[in-house]
């Protein structure tokens, strides 16, 4: 059986989560595209912590007799691989759309200095170099 | 005609090529894809008469050389050529490169190092041995001898122009844009080319990236295999 204390203190700390969560969202600091699948993280986790039968169902299920708050790490770490794999899509998203921009700003730039007469006018920009760089095949 | 150069801080190499590239057919139209550089590089490359595209910060050889692609079938080019910053391709062999492009023959032409006759280039061990990884790995997936995955020495008509402009890797673009090109059911030929040792500054290969970049391309080669590809048609989307 689940120790009623844990229970208190996970309940807790879950509230805790989704109250962070929607704080932040209604800062607009958090776009609701990525809150959604915190607050479900959020909601998931307190149902488990109050709901101390329905942690014990489950752990039984899974074979796992001695302690059921294990439980609650195992879905939390579940849910924490999910929330971080789909940032890495988002990243992916976003390296991509950066380059067609970069691509996108140096052909109009171009285009716009031999509109104006300027080429060669380049001074660099902000050239920050953080990226490996290019120039040459194997 | 439009000749594409890739250049990351090559400020003591490009204003030579820029001339070498004229004085091979002074039809080339020049562009010169600054991708971040720190030195000079664009200067030099306007002051010789080159289009200057200046990238905002570096994307890496691939999204540079990209960037070329695309301002080729923006302004509408027919034919590209795609020579490395550094110097190490000679616009001398441009004219290899193209015939078979004049002919028909093919949609991108490749110059390799290594297709028989031509022994002399010996890179370092640690480069051979991917090269000659990724040659065999290609060649097995695409049912095609290819012997150089790796060159960035190439010509290209116009629907290999509107396929790199709208798909094209990263890192060593080259291997799994052969992939790629022969997916969407384009003509690959490769001509056998020489190349010139870098004159200026250091590759940006080291032996520890070279063993990372081998993993990681054979990975995105693997991958690109089971990816699923749009058949090359009329008007390509845009990303």
New interface residues.
Partial sequence: MTPVRISIAASVASALLVLVVLELIRGRRLKERYALLWLVTGVVLLVLSAWRDGLNTIAGWLGVTGYPPAILFAVATLFIIIVLLHYSTVLSTLD?QS??L??????L??RLD?LEGA????T??????????????? | MLAIVPAYDEEGAIGRLVDEIRAFDPAFDVVVVDDGSTDATAEVAAARGAAVVVLPFNLGIGGAVQTGFRYALERGYERAVRLDGDGQHDPAELGKLLAPLERGEADIVTGSRFVVGRGEYRPPLARRLGITWFARLVSLFTRQRVTDTTSGFQALNRRGIELFARDYPNDYPEVEATLLVHKCGLRLVEVPVEMREREHGASSITFVRSVYYMLKVTLALVVAMLRKYPTLSQEAPRQ
């Fill in positions: 991509d380059t067609v970069a691509q996108e700003v140096g052909i730039r171009q031999a080429q060669p006018a380049p660099g920009g902000l050239s920050a170099n953080t990226s490996p760089p290019s120039g040459s095949s194997l």
